[in-house]
């Protein structure tokens, strides 16, 4: 007969199994953006924010 220390370690191992495999199956789907747009956010005078290079939001004057 098999003890009780032996159908708990057994029992782990198959739940472990089972959890190692379950990860490999994606029951949730990854979201993907189907279309970018760009804005630009200007106040009425015509001056718009832009980021620069380094990341930084700056605010430039319009060119007339």
């Known amino acids: 007969m098999i003890d009780r220390y032996t159908k708990a370690v057994l029992t782990v191992i198959a739940v472990c199994l089972c959890l190692i495999t379950a990860q490999n199956f994606n029951f949730i789907s990854t979201a ?10 200007c106040d009425v ?10 990341g930084y939001l700056m605010v430039r004057e319009k060119n007339s």
């Open 45 to 54: 005078v015509g001056n718009c924010a832009m980021v620069d290079q380094d």
């Open 32 to 41: 993907e953006a189907i279309d970018r747009k760009q804005v630009s956010i």
